[in-house]
């Protein structure tokens, strides 16, 4: 603030404003009486003679135009996030690329209260304040796992309240009874596992603490000691011998759960992004959708108390990962996924499978989905390279022989593993594959010429928006795409890690050298029982192509699909299911 008597306070501007403006001064008298620069002079009468009187005050400093200013479409999708899954500036910012500040600025000028100062149940702002919590964070993977049980009512078959309603959800209740998920939680990496067990009893508590304890063993973690509640089951004989004399156990002080604060926070986070995330029709569906949700919570989703990193950042012995799922019992069957999609594509055609008898394994690609994202580019993610994939995992889970059942670059992984190892196979079903010299397509190949790096760093809004169209086209009628479904792929593909990896390890191995290698052989293929599943409407991989891949490969059934498209097993679910079924079923052994 300028002193009382300061030349250039608005009064002495107005003064020397007169001067030049209604006196006739020289802008150079007038700065010589007023000892200011004759710059100064002439700006000061220009504003008066443009704003008069008013216009001696100071402007303000902000800019007119702001290049970098963040597009309004962009505020619109954080103040969504907010609303809609209530997440702080921190979060929000990994999840959109974007710096927590930044963040922080547009839910301020928006109005958006502190997380803090809000109801968890509702969102609506209290007036209370919180005592500020004593926080802490061991140094080291093990020093402290944090273990605690949470109880979750099952689903009925057809759906609960969330599903049906409040008043038909009363109607469904069938007494299905509850999950007891038995979790534990590393202090200083947040790296989680879990189970859903029957009961909490005190042999079912130690033998959960027998198998987490592996999985953290796993992981290169020795666990020193445990921290858990005053629950019986923690304090009994069988929960002291399963952790042994070299595990310290500590317990929290009596209705003091803040204590085990970290293993609460994922209790919570449990609930609201698998747990509750959406509706479910049935207990199954949401119990397959739990080791996504732990792959993605421990490999790629962005911790605000890890500063944005993921558990895997702070135990690198995850790294190179891929996340698989076991289901059912009975003959074992292989799904394999393509792009852009991973297995998420299954989560309707499994189910089926499952209640007619099978046992159904299923995996993303290296470089896919939930599976890891390797940052070295000597790691091989093509067809070629995720052949090896699949072996890895067959022998991970024990399977000489099985039905293999592929969809788009998946197809190619199947023939490649058929053409050599065709004696592993019982049945061989491909939806709507690629094969000989039909991928990629001419936008695809002009793109790649024209080098992915330009793409790779368009901005998030652009990147999603192109991609989202592209999977529309996916379906013979777009408009039939589930919103959520189209929000889970792209998003597989997007953000800071997803748009990158995309063109790394999927686009850049477009190549039909790994198809055409073995075009010669697919003859070979013949052995065994195929079946070719295709949308009458594909546009990716149209149906002339099925019908020459049908020719090379003799004795093949061919099944169309009338008015689908690519996703077959996304758009039509039920169809594909049966015809997979019934080939199944004739090969049965």
């Known amino acids: 603030m300028s002193h009382a008597n300061a030349t250039l306070t608005p009064t002495g501007r107005l003064r020397l404003a007169r001067c030049v403006v209604e006196d006739g001064w020289t802008p150079a008298r007038a700065a010589e009486r007023f000892n200011v620069s004759v710059t100064t002079a002439r700006r000061w009468a220009e504003r008066y003679r443009e704003n008069g009187k008013a216009g001696m005050v100071d402007r303000s ?18 103040i969504g996030l907010r609303v809609s899954r209530r997440w702080g500036p921190a979060r929000i910012a990994y999840h959109l690329g974007m710096h927590p500040s930044t963040v922080h600025k547009i839910l301020s000028r928006y109005g958006c209260v502190r997380l803090a100062f809000t109801d968890p149940a509702t969102g609506a702002p209290v007036r209370a304040t919180r005592r500020r919590p004593t926080r802490y964070e061991h140094d080291a993977p093990g020093d402290l796992i944090h273990v605690d049980i949470k109880k979750l009512g099952r689903i009925p078959d057809g759906g609960g309240h969330k599903f049906l309603g409040r008043a038909k959800g009363r109607k469904n209740r069938s007494g299905t009874g509850y999950w007891y998920i038995h979790n534990a939680v590393d202090d200083h990496s ?9 009961d909490e009893r005190k042999e079912t508590a130690a033998a959960f603490w027998h198998r987490a304890s592996a999985y953290f063993a796993d992981a290169g973690i020795t666990v020193r000691r445990v921290l858990t509640d005053n629950g019986s089951c923690y304090r009994s004989h069988a929960f002291a011998d399963a952790l042994g004399p070299a595990i310290s156990h500590k317990r929290t ?9 970290k293993v609460e926070r994922y209790n919570r986070t449990l609930l609201e992004e698998w747990a509750y995330a959406r509706p479910y029709a049935n207990e199954r569906d949401r119990q397959a959708l739990l080791p996504a949700f732990l792959h993605h919570y ?35 069957v292989v799904l394999v996924h393509g792009t852009p999609s991973s297995s998420y594509i299954w989560r309707n055609v499994v189910p089926r499978l499952v209640d007619a008898g099978y046992r159904v394994h299923v995996f993303d690609l290296l470089g896919y989905g939930l599976s890891e994202r390797p940052w070295d580019p000597a ?10 994939v699949l072996d890895g995992l067959l022998d991970l889970w024990g399977l000489d022989s099985f039905h293999l059942v592929a969809h788009d670059i998946g197809g190619g992984v199947a023939q490649r593993f058929g053409v050599r190892s065709i004696e592993r196979l019982r049945t061989l079903t491909l939806i709507d594959v690629v094969s000989f010299d039909t991928y990629p397509s001419e936008r695809t190949r002009q793109q790649m010429a024209d080098g992915l790096e330009v793409l790779a760093k368009k901005p998030d809004d652009e990147h999603r928006e192109h991609f989202r169209e592209w999977l529309l086209s996916t379906h013979s009628d777009p408009t039939g795409f589930d919103p959520e479904a189209l929000d889970v792929y792209v998003d597989f593909i997007s953000g800071p890690i997803g748009q990158p990896s995309l063109f790394q390890h999927q686009v850049a191995h477009y190549d039909p050298v790994h198809t055409m290698e073995i075009s010669d052989r697919l003859h070979t293929l013949s052995q065994v029982p195929v079946q070719l599943i295709w949308g009458a409407d594909d546009t990716w991989q149209v149906i002339d192509h099925a019908h020459r891949l049908h020719r090379a490969i003799p004795g093949s059934a061919l099944h169309v699909i009338d008015d689908c498209g690519h996703f077959a097993p996304e758009e039509r679910p039920g169809e594909v299911s049966a015809a997979v079924l019934g080939f199944l079923d004739q090969n049965r052994s």
């Open 61 to 78: 400093s902000r800019p007119r135009t702001c290049p970098h200013q963040t597009p309004r479409r962009r505020e619109r999708r954080v």
């Open 253 to 261: 002080r009596p209705y003091r759960p803040q204590t085990n604060g």
């Open 298 to 332: 421990n490999h790629h989703r962005g911790h605000t108390a890890l500063k944005g990193a993921s558990p895997a950042d702070r135990v690198p012995n995850l790294r190179g990962q891929n996340t698989y799922g076991v289901h059912g019992a009975g003959e074992p």
């Open 190 to 198: 947040r790296l989680a596992y879990s189970e859903l067990l029957d």
């Open 379 to 388: 790691v091989d993610t093509s067809i070629t390279g995720n052949v090896a």
